[in-house]
């Protein structure tokens, strides 16, 4: 299984932007699919996108976000504009194998440690 580091987390306005990046261990990277999901304060951990075969997002996100890899430096990334106060949480990158549910966390095998994004108003 890869291991995941997620970075590019901080503090932003409402409408500000910011890239997320997760990088995977290992040369297996290209044989999983990819996710992010974010927790906020009191609420369980959410769905906000997904890379497999195609990109899936939450309807949350849809527009704002996107999701993106990089094979050859085994990063995942995830853009966000237009952010929200709303979008506040930590967010983790996770992997799992192809053909798999890509909203379902126990259909994820490996999971980073987290990264803070704080949106102020």
């Known amino acids: 299984q890869v291991q995941l580091v997620e970075s590019g987390g901080g503090l932003v306005q409402a409408g500000d932007s910011l890239r997320l990046s997760c990088v995977a261990s290992?040369?297996?990277?290209?044989?999983?699919?990819m996710g992010w999901f974010r927790q906020a304060p009191g609420k369980e951990r959410e769905f906000v996108a997904a890379?497999?075969?195609?990109?899936y997002y939450a309807d949350s996100v849809k527009g704002r976000f996107t999701i993106s890899r990089d094979n050859a430096k085994n990063t995942v990334s995830l853009q966000m504009n237009s952010l929200k106060p709303e979008d506040t949480a930590v967010y983790y990158c996770?992997?799992?194998?192809?053909?798999?549910?890509?909203?379902?966390?126990?259909?994820?095998?490996?999971w980073g440690q987290g990264t803070q994004v704080t949106v102020s108003s």
């Open positions: 996770a992997a799992q194998y192809y053909n798999r549910d890509y909203a379902r966390m126990s259909d994820y095998v490996s």
């Open positions: 290992g040369r297996t990277f290209s044989r999983y699919a």
């Open positions: 890379i497999s075969w195609s990109t």
